[in-house]
T-cell receptor, first 112, second 119 residues
Framework: KQEVTQIPAALSVPEGENLVLNCSFT??????LQWFRQDPGKGLTSLLL?????REQTSGRLNASLDKSSGRSTLYIAASQPGDSATYLCAPIGRGADGLTFGKGTHLIIQP | DAGITQSPRYKITETGRQVTLMCHQT?????MFWYRQDLGHGLRLIYY???????DKGEVSDGYVVSRSKTENFPLTLESATRSQTSVYFC??????????????????FGPGTRLLVL
């Protein structure tokens, strides 16, 4: 069974800093990995989907990398803003899986 | 452009009652999913559907029933609600089945959630 760990569980940084969120997973036989953000009391918003054939995916100030062999993905946020405050979830998509296996998330606070 | 909607957004019920949570999507996505989110457990899959009239169980399906008579709707029913089913429920949809193609069509889109309290 796939297990997903996200480190750190919580992070508070001043506005403007670049930061890295980490995701590790136990079963490296995955197809894709998806990163989401969740705002308090809201649903999940898809940020990036990295296909297993890719190593990186970029969207604006966000850059996600994937190293399947080591079971790791990172989400890099450049020039953080208070609006980036949210919980960030990673979800690897495994072979034969009919859903995503989610980590418990990193709760991010960007201080103005 | 409604996307994916859930109703009700909030529900309070009593132990033993039947409750139905609704999910509707306007994209004509083939795949739909129900998850529950609990503190300490994260998001867990309850049921999914690959197409109308095709459904399958997820990790935590006991006590839940689903149906999918139309592509755009995927209701979730708690047959006899229990306190352990107090949770936030999310519906999601995708063009392609997860883990089937490795394509971007596997991106899942989530509804706003239904907060259910069982007393």
């Amino acid at each position: 069974k796939q297990e997903v760990t996200q480190i750190p569980a919580a992070l508070s940084v001043p506005e403007g800093e670049n930061l890295v969120l980490n995701c590790s997973f136990t079963d490296s036989a995955i197809y894709n990995l998806q990163w989401f953000r969740q705002d308090p009391g809201k649903g999940l918003t898809s940020l990036l989907l990295i296909q297993s054939s890719q190593r990186e995916q970029t969207s604006g100030r966000l850059n996600a990398s994937l190293d399947k062999s080591s079971g790791r993905s990172t989400l890099y946020i450049a020039a953080s803003q208070p609006g980036d405050s949210a919980t960030y979830l990673c979800a690897p998509i495994g072979r034969g899986a009919d859903g995503l296996t989610f980590g418990k998330g990193t709760h991010l606070i960007i201080q103005p | 452009d409604a996307g994916i909607t859930q109703s009700p957004r909030y529900k309070i019920t009593e132990t033993g009652r039947q409750v139905t949570l609704m999910c509707h999507q306007t994209w004509s996505h083939s795949y739909m999913f129900w998850y529950r989110q609990d503190l300490g457990h994260g998001l867990r899959l309850i049921y999914y559907s690959a197409a109308a009239d095709i459904t399958d169980k997820g990790e935590v399906s006991d006590g839940y029933v689903v149906s999918r008579s139309k592509t755009e709707n995927f209701p979730l029913t708690l047959e006899s609600a229990t306190r352990s089913q107090t949770s936030v429920y999310f519906c999601a949809s995708s063009e392609a089945g997860i883990g089937t193609s490795g394509s971007r069509g596997e991106t899942q889109y989530f509804g706003p959630g239904t907060r259910l309290l069982v007393l």
